[in-house]
């Protein structure tokens, strides 16, 4: 059967396995719904569709029934019996957390999916769902989870005519033109998708912002969306640009120290409020790229960032103050510039105010050594910023298990309150006791019928929500739920490809930006190799500037002998980074510049493990074909193929960065290329 991939991981497909399917429905004879809000109506929706889907012509509802029945509602809408039965589990519960749990009464068995909030029982209602897709045991249910992270969102760098900056899978589903009368039914699949990974914000657009977006025209399209996706928990937030008051509001300056200017954007957040009673809040990108920011008025972040708090804090919003800047005139090293410009203001920022760092300090490479900022700013709200969407990794041809890459991060050590403070740590607002947490992704969705462009990618997506409401999953498992849900429950297929989406995070690095290279993408678009100098106008756009090859060697001296952006870490990693032999090698050259004939670990000089990795990443990108082509049974025709011919591309592509970048550096190191590497043609 031809399969688009529109389902998502949301496929409900007939449950094969007979025997289970029959336990099943023996157990969930009925639903009983307790109140009536739009979520509640969502949940029972879901539910149904749900059962329709797994349980097919099997599937009927039996209205009679009060044994073996499920029940679902917030706790307070529950019958005071279950309440009282359910008093202790209720404790364990936090912000939309729930509870899902087979309880018995005078004789009745029930299953219980309840929360404290209707958003809460729905995602205790997408649980238990996925609980069936992947086929566990539900005879004695008893699932207690909780989000762990307040604003789990994602950001659209979605522009108002539907062109996606770093957009891989088509143009924007937001169709501004036809809102805010005609409402695209994928709207609301999107609110599903995202309320079922428990996504609870979306910035729908993009952080280098039109201030248009705040004008009435568009916050009634605006407010279309916000309606859709209220009932799934799903807050709307907007982006603002900063030269907005001048722009759209006709003032002379954008200065936030005046008056006019303050005033403006307290009236326009009222406005705003007006449209969407439960508006999020706003994400800045000021000083950045070009983009308008409070130094243009010699003012700081925090004058910038305090004035939108202060509109926004009557109404409970938060602003997001990306601290992804850096300019032409930081004469030394890029990587240090965001914790240069933002740590000594910690502790100055407003309480709804949450700084919004990236997980490395340079652009979302295939690998970076985490942010220095994570964990140096206690006094300070501070959230994470992934790139779902792969601009530095091959778009949306590649196949990157990204969960791999994000957990890898949540999980350094930062050692700000010595060993074990790690960023999740720092995410979740433990090491700190921090009130306001976030994580958020950018957005790899566009309106390609398989959502992402390419059907594996869709697990990026969904990685990053399970890892936003929870940082300390492990990527296997994430990777496992979602194989079984969009794929199959055979082991067979399971396991085999469950490990190659595991290790394909590895194989990028390998055949992009081996041993901490980092930034040799081709200009501009960052698609394929580019290690050359690029027609740019900036030094550090150039990739000559973050590789600094010359006869000499290779890297970028980050330690205290040169441009010591090692420093900004805590004492303990500042020294392992400093020293080259306690360096990570995966780190090598992101912190070292070194001779062509250093020796690593394994006695191989450097140039030949370069050429080594470069070689291993296009084995293992041929080696996915192979794997991938032993599924052909387990997976439905067209996914199949499509997903044949991007492996196809991938390993087409891996070559051609292996060559070029040997090419390359091969003119520096002047030795011959390793036994075991392909001759470039
Ligand atoms: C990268 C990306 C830009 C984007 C920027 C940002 O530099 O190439 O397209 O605008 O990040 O995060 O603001």
Not at 65 to 73: H, K
Not at 251 to 276: F, G, R
Request: net charge neutral; glycine share 6%; with cysteine.
């Amino acid at each position: 059967m031809k399969n688009n991939g529109y389902n998502l991981w949301l496929q409900y497909t007939d449950i094969e396995n007979s025997t289970l399917k029959k336990k099943y429905l023996s157990q969930i004879k009925n639903i009983h719904s307790f109140g009536n809000s739009e979520t509640i109506k969502a949940c029972v929706e879901e539910l149904e569709r749900g059962f329709s889907g797994l349980f097919g012509d099997d599937y009927f509802l039996d209205k009679e029934a009060s044994n073996n029945v499920l029940i679902i509602g917030t706790i307070s809408n529950l019958n005071d019996i279950h309440q009282k039965n359910l008093k202790e589990d209720v404790l364990q519960i936090k912000k939309d957390g729930f509870i899902i749990k087979k309880i018995e009464i005078n004789g009745n068995k029930k299953i219980v999916i309840t929360a404290k909030t209707a958003t809460g029982v729905l995602y205790g209602v997408f649980r238990f769902l996925r609980e069936l897709q992947t086929n566990q045991p539900i005879e004695q249910i008893k699932i207690i989870d909780s989000p762990k992270v307040d604003v789990r969102i994602l950001n659209h760098w979605d522009n108002l005519d539907r062109t996606v900056e770093r957009g891989y899978a088509g143009f924007s589903i937001f169709d501004w033109h036809k809102l805010p009368d005609f409402k695209d039914p994928r709207y609301l699949d999107y609110a599903r998708a995202n309320a079922s990974i428990g996504i609870n914000g979306t910035v729908v657009n993009n952080v280098n912002s039109n201030a248009l977006i705040l004008t009435p025209m568009y916050l009634e399209k605006v407010k279309a969306l916000a309606d859709i996706f209220r009932p799934y928990g799903l807050k709307i937030y907007l982006t603002a640009r900063f030269s907005a008051p001048i722009e759209i509001g006709g003032l002379k300056t954008a200065d936030p120290l005046n008056e006019d200017v303050k005033n403006w954007w307290n009236e326009k957040v009222k406005e705003i409020y007006k449209y969407i009673p439960d508006f999020g809040g706003f994400l800045v990108k000021a000083n950045s790229e070009g983009q308008p920011g409070p130094q243009d008025y010699d003012r700081n972040h925090v004058d910038g960032a305090n004035m939108f708090a202060d509109a926004l804090a009557p109404f409970k919003g938060i602003v997001m103050w990306r601290a992804f800047v850096y300019s032409e005139h930081n004469p030394t090293d890029r990587a240090k510039q965001a914790y240069t410009e933002f740590v000594p203001y910690d502790g100055k920022f407003k309480d709804n105010v949450i700084i919004q760092v990236k997980n490395g300090a340079i652009d979302f490479q295939p690998r970076e050594p985490f942010h220095p900022m994570f964990g140096a700013m206690p006094n300070t709200n501070l959230m994470i910023e992934f790139q779902i969407t792969q601009e530095y990794m091959g778009g949306a041809t590649h196949l990157v298990y990204q969960p791999k890459l994000f957990q890898e991060v949540l999980e350094a050590d930062t050692y700000r309150k010595g060993k074990g403070s790690i960023v999740a740590k720092v995410i979740d607002g433990s090491l700190h006791n921090k009130k306001l947490t976030g994580v958020s992704g950018v957005s790899n969705i566009g309106n390609d019928i398989n959502w992402t462009g390419n059907h594996f990618l869709q697990s990026n997506w969904y990685g990053f929500g399970r890892l936003a409401w929870n940082p300390y999953l492990d990527a296997k498992s994430i990777a496992d739920e979602w194989l079984r849900m969009t794929f199959t429950n055979e082991n067979d297929f399971v396991n085999p490809i469950k490990n190659m989406m595991i290790d394909s995070r590895e194989t990028v690095v390998n055949y992009m930006t081996p041993l901490g290279l980092h930034h040799i993408m081709a200009t501009n678009h960052h698609y394929g190799p580019g290690p050359w100098v690029g027609n740019l106008s900036r030094p550090e756009w150039n990739p000559v500037y973050y590789h600094k090859a010359n006869e000499k060697g290779v890297g970028f001296n980050r330690t205290k002998t040169g441009s010591n952006a090692t420093a900004q870490y805590a004492p303990e990693v500042e020294e392992m980074f400093n020293n080259v032999s306690t360096t990570p090698e995966i780190y090598l050259l992101w912190f070292h510049h070194l001779p062509w004939d250093y020796k690593l670990k394994n006695g191989k000089t450097l140039w030949n493990n370069i050429a080594l990795k470069y070689q291993q990443g296009v084995n293992e990108a041929e080696n996915m074909i192979s794997s991938w082509n032993l599924m052909e049974q387990y997976v439905d025709e067209s996914r199949f193929k499509e997903i044949q011919m991007m492996l196809n591309i991938q390993y087409k592509e891996a070559k051609w960065w292996r060559d070029s970048c040997l090419l390359y550096f091969q003119q520096f190191s002047k030795m011959k290329l390793p036994d075991g590497v392909e001759k470039p043609n």
